[in-house]
């Protein structure tokens, strides 16, 4: 049966493959969800309306924690933008975590001290995370009282943007080879 085009929504997250695995394993569980997705956002000197997504989720039958989350993602601040990287964590909300935290760096344009690239907050969001909801277990049949764990969703164009100092995210999709060339 032919579906209605206007009845398909492009992927916005790669949590269905988070949830899969959940229903095709038992804990303990450590996955790393690759994919490109598309969102309705402006496109700006850091947002763009589609983009590659890297998701992680553990859960494990031991307790998971926040500090967990929180030291595996600072972690993975330093190793990739060096020691002089600033990890600040904020509370937000996110429909499939409980608590959930917008993950910023560091702006690698002004150092933190603000600029058109960071809004003049001295801050580039880079991920949101958070602990998996209760509920998201129940719905996979596993008991949240026996297991926990955290998930995390990073968008890759942005990690390159702090990574290689690069001020705008549009300039990924110029196909300007002359700009291009230096990232080889």
Not at 137 to 158: K, L, M
Request: charged share 20%; with cysteine; hydrophobic share 40%.
């Amino acid at each position: 049966m032919a579906q209605n085009p206007e009845d398909l929504l492009l992927r916005t997250q790669t949590s269905p493959v988070q949830i899969r695995t959940m229903l095709a394993n038992k804990p303990p569980v450590r996955v790393i969800c690759p994919g490109r997705t598309y969102r309705r956002d402006t496109t700006d000197a850091t947002h763009s309306a589609n983009f590659h997504q890297i998701e992680g989720l553990y859960v494990d039958t031991k307790s998971v924690s926040l500090a967990d989350l929180k030291s595996v993602l600072a972690y993975f601040a330093k190793e990739m933008m060096g020691t002089s990287v600033t990890v600040r964590f904020r509370p937000h909300f996110f429909p499939f975590t409980e608590p959930s935290v917008e993950v910023d760096f560091s702006c690698h344009v002004c150092g933190g001290k603000g600029c058109n690239v960071c809004k003049q907050s001295g801050w580039i969001e880079v991920a949101g995370a958070g602990m998996v909801d209760p509920r998201v277990f129940r719905h996979v049949g596993w008991n949240p009282d026996e297991v926990s764990g955290y998930a995390f969703g990073f968008g890759v164009e942005r990690i390159a943007m702090i990574k290689y100092g690069i001020p705008d995210i549009r300039w990924l999709y110029e196909n300007d080879l002359r700009f291009l060339s230096q990232l080889a």
